[in-house]
């Protein structure tokens, strides 16, 4: 069994109160053991952090040293990325070709666009004034930030915030989830074994919601608090935030539509939309989890779904064939299947898949759902499982109208070979994030983030190094006099 510690201030701090336990979910063996980190390793955590910020070490160097701290963690994690994955497959079931190939692959790549983002902050002189006048905004970080992060990618979606938050000066303190302890410790190991950062610069707690993770949003040494989770735990944060007016951005959930027009290239579309939809059990905010179909194309999309669904590999997530593990938890397994049966009692049918007989292990194969009322919970609602609904639409107008009929607005597609009107129903799809036939082309360059009840705020990009900066405007006047002498010359006697 690992044993996770916490790591404070550059040292690994073996837990001294209460522990929790991640699992195994394929085979149910316990894994890791973890501290619940409580008030005082959440002070001891901020205080670390404080003083890595406010000494300076860190956030007054040059970028690019900075970024040649970043380009060595990046190689490191590059170096242990297939323990790593194998590490991730076993603690949370995502299988481990998918974790080579995306999650720590792509966590390397936006290290390495993370380090050259520190060399690119920029502010702006504004060119319109007086030329004795300097009048300027500059960037500076935002101070230390809290790190919260799920379970689904729990390397990736540590990296999207460590890496912006660090590029732009930032101290941080990572709350792993309290699944995936030991995939995210084994993250910052990496980042204590490159020697490349000064201790403090970043800590690591493990611990559940409550106490761990309130203590961090509540502690006044807390800057910026990122989180990505679900929406209930993000409207949690953002009010708590509020009360002291802390930075807060939130990625939460999700209700992802793909929009299928009649003149869609059906087989490349349909191959799209299974694989998004069934990805690692649909346990991914984008993951494709309503079709919305052009009427006379309904029953040959539920027939290629099926079809496609009998055949995705799924098994032992060690296994380099296959695509489909476990459920992550027992938790998120009954979830799933709890909104299967509430489908059923809303109306929808079963096209492949439905309730299990069995519910002994954490293996949930695809179902897709037909026929589930538009306004009903199961098509409104985010499930974060392998749970298809395939509704049908008679125009453009109902298409839309479908698709947007959720609380969310994190990600959608459309699937048209017809330009016009793929830009049309993308631009009126009431989401942040849209793909046109395509699904999961996602790129550290661009930008993402969620409206409505899906968040607030951007990771990736620079616009997501942004949110990690506090500006400083600063206006600088070299004339000889002030420029309200008269008021004084005029003064009435
Ligand atoms: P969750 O909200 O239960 O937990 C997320 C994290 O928040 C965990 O680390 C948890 O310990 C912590 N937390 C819980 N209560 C807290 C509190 N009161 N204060 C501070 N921290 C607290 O979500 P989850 O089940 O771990 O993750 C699944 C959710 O994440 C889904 O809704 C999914 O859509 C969402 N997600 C969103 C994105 C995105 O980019 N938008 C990406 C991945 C996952």
Redesign the pocket.
């Known amino acids: 069994m690992i044993e996770v510690k916490n790591y404070i201030g550059g040292n690994w701090i073996a837990g001294s109160g209460d522990f929790f336990e991640s699992y195994n979910p394929a085979t149910g063996e316990t894994l890791s053991q973890a501290p619940v980190s409580g008030a005082a390793e959440v002070r001891a955590a901020v205080a670390a952090a404080r003083k890595a910020f406010d000494a300076g070490g860190w956030r007054w160097i040059k970028g690019s040293a900075r970024a040649a701290a970043l380009l060595k963690l990046a190689d490191l994690l590059e170096a242990r990325s297939r323990p790593i994955s194998e590490l991730i497959a076993r603690e949370m079931g995502k299988p481990v070709t998918i974790n080579m190939a995306r999650e720590v692959e792509g966590a390397v790549d936006k290290l390495r666009y993370f380090a050259g983002a520190a060399r690119f902050l920029e502010g702006h002189v504004t060119g319109s004034t007086a030329p004795e006048l300097w009048d300027m905004v500059l960037p500076e970080p935002a101070g230390v930030a809290a790190l919260?992060?799920?379970?689904?990618?729990p390397v990736d979606?540590a990296v999207r915030k460590l890496g912006a938050a660090l590029a732009a000066g930032c101290t941080a303190i990572v709350?792993?989830?309290?699944?995936t302890p030991a995939s995210t410790a084994a993250l910052i190991e990496a980042v204590h074994d490159s020697g490349a950062f000064p201790p403090g610069v970043v800590n690591l707690l493990s611990?559940?919601?409550?106490p761990?993770?309130?203590a961090?949003?509540d502690h006044p040494g807390v800057d910026k608090i990122s989180?990505?989770?679900?929406?209930?735990?993000?409207m949690?944060?953002m009010e708590?935030a509020a009360k002291r007016l802390a930075k807060v951005s939130l990625?939460?959930?999700?209700k992802f539509p793909a929009i299928i027009c009649a003149d869609a290239d059906l087989e490349r579309c349909l191959d799209a939309v299974t694989y998004g939809a069934f990805m690692y059990g649909g346990?991914?905010?984008?993951a494709c989890t309503r079709l919305v179909v052009d009427r006379r194309l309904h029953d040959k999309v539920v027939e290629g779904v099926v079809e496609r669904s009998r055949k995705l590999a799924m098994g032992d997530p060690l296994d380099p064939k296959v695509l489909v593990g476990p459920m992550a938890s027992r938790k998120?397994y009954d979830k799933a299947v709890s909104y299967i049966r509430l489908g059923l009692s809303e109306g929808a049918k079963v096209a492949i898949g439905g309730p299990p007989k069995d519910e002994s292990s954490l293996f949930l194969p695809p179902t897709v759902l037909v026929g589930a009322p538009v306004d009903g919970r199961v098509a409104r609602e985010?499930v974060?499982g392998p749970v298809l609904l395939i509704h049908s639409f008679e125009d453009e107008s109902e298409a839309l109208a479908i698709a947007n009929n959720t609380p969310y607005g994190?990600g959608g597609s459309v699937w048209s070979q017809d330009i016009s009107r793929a830009l049309r129903l993308a631009r009126r799809l009431d989401v942040a994030d849209v793909w046109v036939n395509t699904h999961y082309i996602r790129h550290v360059e661009t930008s993402?983030?969620?409206r409505h009840h899906?968040?607030l705020g951007r990771?990736l990009g620079m616009a997501g190094v942004e949110e990690y900066l506090s500006w400083k405007r600063l206006c600088i006047d070299t004339r000889s006099e002030f420029h309200l002498k008269s008021w004084f010359e005029g003064a009435v006697r």
Request: hydrophobic share 25%; charged share 20%.
């Open positions: 919260i992060i799920p379970w689904n990618d979606l709350k792993s989830s309290e699944v611990g559940p919601g409550q761990t993770g309130d961090r949003v989180f990505t989770g679900s929406t209930a735990t993000g949690r944060i708590r990625e939460c959930g999700g346990q991914s905010c984008t998120q985010e974060f994190l993402f983030g969620g899906s968040g990771e």
